[in-house]
């Protein structure tokens, strides 16, 4: 299907050949993680390659609401092209799961507002704008460590991850452990905070992949580096 569309293809064509690739079983999938499409993202990404990069058409779509349009438009849109006012906009509109993922990696890593964005999230009260912030600050952690006070962020960490709504806490719970595993002089630190609350402790792990229990993934990280 998106072989027929090419960089001249309209809003309503894109949105006529994702219609026919929506599968119900991909959809039930995706809404049990908080996301409302049922696209398989191969195929979706077969799509934005056919249109190649075109900001004004990824404005275009964005403009629709609909979740795998928007899906397109992140993976066409050109990331310099933003303005700060434009990213912040779009990130009051990223608020599924998988649009605010994309939207953080795939446009705002890639352009040089990222910090100025973080903070302007950072001093949000919607939890949702806040998890973004937080996930570009776990991001800082490791690629700007100098722009962040990071032993105020592990206190913020130790007050509020507890409690903190899911998506934040994820959020929260990844920039304590990027902290321990990058910053050797707070390593301890971070272990006590994840040992203390105890969160994520019981997620389930596949075989092979690191549990996101601080502590755990802290040592483990530090112990491949080594």
């Not at 993680?33 to 077969?46: C, E, P, T, Y």
């Not at 993976?75 to 939207?103: C, G, M």
Request: some cysteine; glycine content about 4%; hydrophobic content about 40%.
């Amino acid at each position: 299907m998106g072989n027929e569309l090419s960089p001249e293809s309209t809003v309503a064509d894109i949105q006529q050949a994702l219609a026919a690739l929506e599968d119900p079983k991909s959809r039930a999938v995706n809404e049990r993680h908080g996301d409302d499409f049922g696209v398989n993202l191969g195929k979706l990404r077969a799509i934005a390659k056919s249109l190649k990069s075109n900001q004004q058409l990824a404005e275009q779509l964005w403009e629709t609401k609909e979740t795998s349009s928007r899906l397109v438009a992140l993976l066409i849109a050109k990331p310099r092209s933003f303005t700060l006012d434009q990213l912040h906009e779009w990130s009051k509109d990223a608020t599924t799961p998988k649009v605010q993922s994309w939207f953080l990696n795939y446009i705002v890593k890639k352009t040089k507002l990222l910090e100025e964005l973080r903070q302007i999230l950072m001093s949000d009260n919607d939890p949702i704008q806040l998890a973004a912030g937080w996930e570009l600050t776990a991001h800082q952690v490791v690629k700007d460590p100098e722009k962040l006070n990071l032993p105020e962020l592990l206190d913020t960490i130790e007050a509020q991850m507890f409690n903190a709504p899911d998506r934040l806490q994820w959020a929260m719970n990844t920039t304590l452990a990027q902290i321990g595993i990058e910053h050797e002089s707070l390593r301890n630190r971070a272990l006590t905070i994840g040992d203390k609350l105890q969160v994520l402790a019981d997620y389930p792990t596949s075989p092979g992949c690191i549990s996101p229990f601080a502590p755990i993934w802290i040592n483990e990280m530090v112990k491949r580096k080594a």
